[in-house]
Every structure is written in structure tokens, then in C-alpha cells.
């Protein structure tokens, strides 16, 4: 019962905080007390759920801090692209795909992003083993865009890893890398 409680928590501050990003600047101003942008301290929140080397053209975009949650996220220089971490308080144990149908249903609900699952890997992050999760769609622009999103267990709690990048610019050497990176 407590876990379902705190999956449907977990699952509605990711929802919420993806639709707050996307509404507008006027939520946008209502928030941004829990927004930091400064490049320092999205690394430090980030360097809190694991250590990893960022990807070539990467750089700090914003984190949040709510009720013992932590998200962060990086982009490159276009506008398809991005790295988030996000990861839930020591003792809130998610499941993986329990929290892919929830994101699934969000995105199905989203005119900007229609993303479908194509395969899962498994990964070893942290000396543990994490299933990597490839989805493929289109951006409202009609970008077609991949996707791939992981679970695994980090510094201070579960962690998800999501990464969002153009199929023209995808590199599976480079996914391999940064995957292998976390520690």
C-alpha cells in the first residue's frame, strides 16, 4: 500500500513537473523559486544522484528540489535534445515499467510528442544491472526523435535517466559511453 502511495507520488511530481516545462512562461514564473539554473548547482544536484561523464556539447540546463526529489537537466545546442536524471528519496522504491506506462500515458495524452517503445537492453550501472528502455517517435515539429530511459539505483535513492536526441544526430557509441560513465 505505502509503495503504491509513494509510485503514484514519484509518478505525479515527473508527470507535473514535464507539464509545468511545457505550459508556459506564466507557470513558469510561479515556480521558478524551486528552478536553479546556475550551472554549478545543477551539477552539484546532479553529481548527487551519480557521478557520470556528460556527453561532447552538453551543458547544465535547470534542476528542481521538491520534497526530496531531485531533477536535473542538460541540453546541447538545438532544441530536440536533452539528458534528465531525476532520481526519488532513499526508500521509495520504483518499478521500472509501472513508471513507463505511466510516462507512456502522459505522452500519448501530449499533442507536442508521441513516443512508441521499440526494444529493451540490459545494462550493468553501478556494478547492478538496469534495463534500458529505446522508444522512437516524432517531436510536435516532426523531428523524429529516440529515446531511451533506465532505472537504476543511485547515490541517495532510485534514479531514472532519460535522453531524448534527434535520429539524425544519434549515436549508439556515444549512448554506450555515457551509460558507462555513471558511477
Known amino acids: 500500500m505505502a509503495r503504491g502511495f509513494f509510485i503514484g507520488i514519484f509518478v505525479m511530481i515527473v508527470v507535473g513537473i514535464l507539464a509545468v516545462i511545457t505550459i508556459g512562461q506564466s507557470i513558469w514564473q510561479g515556480v521558478s523559486k524551486y528552478i536553479i539554473q546556475t550551472p554549478d548547482q545543477v551539477?552539484?544536484?546532479?553529481?548527487?544522484?551519480?557521478?557520470?561523464?556528460?556527453?561532447?556539447?552538453?551543458?547544465?540546463?535547470y534542476a528542481v528540489e521538491f520534497l526530496g526529489f531531485s531533477l536535473v537537466a542538460y541540453k546541447p545546442d538545438d532544441d530536440h535534445s536533452h539528458i534528465m536524471l531525476l532520481q526519488a528519496p532513499t526508500g521509495v522504491h520504483i518499478n521500472q515499467q509501472e513508471?513507463?506506462?505511466?510516462?507512456?500515458?502522459?505522452?500519448?495524452?501530449?499533442?507536442?510528442?508521441?513516443?512508441?517503445?521499440?526494444?529493451?537492453?540490459?545494462r550493468t550501472v553501478r556494478g547492478e544491472d538496469a534495463t534500458l528502455v529505446l522508444s522512437e517517435g516524432q517531436s510536435g515539429d516532426g523531428t523524429s526523435i529516440?529515446?531511451?530511459?533506465?532505472?537504476?539505483?543511485?547515490?541517495?535513492?532510485?534514479?531514472?535517466?532519460?535522453?531524448?536526441?534527434?535520429?539524425?544526430?544519434?549515436?549508439?557509441?556515444a549512448v554506450d559511453a555515457f551509460i558507462a560513465s555513471i558511477h
Open 43 to 61: 551539477n552539484t544536484i546532479a553529481y548527487s544522484i551519480a557521478d557520470f561523464d556528460l556527453p561532447a556539447g552538453y551543458s547544465p540546463d
Open 99 to 122: 513508471l513507463e506506462q505511466q510516462l507512456d500515458t502522459g505522452r500519448q495524452s501530449s499533442e507536442s510528442t508521441r513516443m512508441t517503445t521499440i526494444r529493451s537492453e540490459q
Open 146 to 173: 529516440r529515446q531511451y530511459s533506465m532505472m537504476f539505483e543511485g547515490n541517495q535513492g532510485t534514479a531514472l535517466l532519460l535522453v531524448t536526441e534527434p535520429v539524425s544526430r544519434w549515436e549508439w557509441d
